[in-house]
């Protein structure tokens, strides 16, 4: 194929993933606009609620997108029995690890006070993760199915039940936060059950598509029977993976803990900040999982010259993505913060002046949160995870949330500094992963075992 074919091919498969990601993050984007309009200490409680609840996602998430690589190469081969095992042991793996996270998002509250926070923000957001945390199994189903859809290509489906969350999560989110059409006026507990709701309907979606699209799957018969082997081949592609959502998910959810010991005013700043540099990030993972399928056909075919010119083409893709996005943040930091502020609220000028300074670090780390989604999309489609998350640790658990922690409070830098922390591990672990890709793993592609 040449450069064009590839970037049409990237861009048939990339695109719809990409609309599905942002369609994810409106629901989570929609929590932070209404809860900012309901008030900010609510905002700042979903703020540290969600890092909380996202670090346990990720971490289980490693399951799903174990699945993706692993269908995606079988799907090459032709293999529709292992298809369907992997899928089915991807669901097991999930379920197995919600039950043991839940007494964490039961719980909470100790939890978030021993991490400094104070004590009605803590309240607030133990009291959403209660109910919230009932849609962290629907969640990693959904994961699982959505990666098994769209190895096989079937991505424009992922991105329809990608939207129809997120209308139904916008819609329950105005009725039960501020009590319209009839409803009473719950606050962050309306969005704690709208959350719940959301994942519920998408788990039942994506369920009856898989079933009536795909029979020859067959990836509910017999569910209950176990499949030690391809569990155990799932087990050890996915903990790595997840390990690795983990390092670089727990330097985020350390910097929103930090920001919560400067008050809730940084905190609602860094949450709004966050939020857009997710918007823009989701952009990056949807072309990181069109990588990671487009390489596990490469992978299963053993096909090492089709692998390195495609992966040059997404890696430029998202170069191309992130000039752009760098170009918004630093010329409509303030109009964009705007957005998620009531106008006549007395602590908007303050959040407005913060959150315009941490937009511009998170320019900075445009070009690096590309480059080391990208890497880690590749790394995976080859199969590769052990090492990468060596590097992700080392990344941000070494170098990023020391940064953070230094730059923040013993150098004075508050907020911006914190941010600094971020930009520093994201482009350690941007060099380091790509280094791997092109420096070690690709040349063994197509080699004699």
């Keep these: 194929m040449t450069y064009g074919a590839h970037a049409r091919a990237v861009a048939v498969l990339g695109l719809p993933l990409v609309g599905g990601h942002l369609a994810q993050f409106a629901i989570g984007l929609t929590d932070t606009v209404m809860l900012g309009w309901y008030g900010v200490e609510a905002l700042a409680a979903v703020t540290l609620a969600g890092s909380y609840f996202f670090v346990l996602f990720l971490l289980g998430a490693g399951f799903g997108w174990a699945v993706m690589p692993m269908v995606a190469a079988a799907a090459a081969e032709e293999d ?9 042991m991807g669901l097991w793996l999930s379920i197995l690890f919600s039950a043991g996270v839940m007494p964490l998002l039961w719980w909470s509250r100790p939890i ?20 919230a945390g009932w849609g962290m199994l629907p969640a990693l189903l959904v994961m699982v199915l959505k990666s098994y859809l769209a190895a096989l290509e079937r991505t424009q489906i992922v991105l329809w039940i ?12 105005y009725a039960l936060i501020f009590g319209n059409w009839g409803a009473p006026e719950l606050g962050i507990m309306g969005a704690a059950i709208a959350s719940v709701t959301t994942q519920t309907v998408s788990l039942i979606a994506v369920i009856y598509y898989a079933v009536r699209e795909l029979p020859e799957h067959s990836l509910f018969q017999r569910f209950w029977r176990p499949d030690w082997e391809m569990f155990n081949r799932v087990f050890r592609l996915g903990v790595p993976i997840g390990l690795t959502n983990l390092s670089e998910v727990s330097l985020f959810a350390a910097s929103a803990v930090m920001m919560g010991w400067l008050g809730a005013v940084p905190l609602a700043a860094h949450g709004i900040a966050l939020q857009l540099a997710s918007a823009t990030f989701m952009v990056h993972l949807g072309l990181s999982n069109a990588a990671t399928i487009r390489a596990g056909n490469a992978f299963g075919r053993k096909d090492r010259a089709h692998l390195a010119r495609g992966a040059k083409v997404v890696t430029a893709m998202s170069l191309a993505m992130s000039a752009v996005t760098i170009l918004l943040f630093l010329t409509c930091a ?15 000028p303050e959040i407005l002046a913060i959150g315009v300074g941490l937009l511009a670090m998170a320019a900075l780390f445009q070009l690096v949160d590309g480059a080391q989604v990208i890497a880690l999309g590749l790394l995976r489609g080859v199969q590769d995870t052990t090492v990468p998350m060596l590097m992700a640790a080392l990344s941000y658990l070494v170098v990023g949330m020391p940064a953070s922690y230094l730059l923040g409070f013993v150098y004075g830098f508050e907020g911006i500094g914190v941010w600094a922390g971020l930009v520093l591990g994201l482009a350690f672990a941007g060099v380091l992963l790509m280094t791997r890709f092109w420096g070690k793993v690709i040349e063994r592609i197509g080699l004699p075992a």
């Design 80 to 88: 529709e029995t292992s298809i369907r095992r992997a899928s089915r």
């Design 112 to 131: 978030l006070l021993a991490l400094g926070q104070a004590q009605e923000v803590a309240a607030l957001a133990s009291e959403y993760l209660r109910v």
């Design 162 to 173: 990608a939207v129809a969350a997120a209308v139904v999560n916008a819609l329950t989110n």
């Design 334 to 348: 303030a109009p964009l913060i705007s957005l998620f502020l009531e106008p006549g609220d007395p602590q908007r």
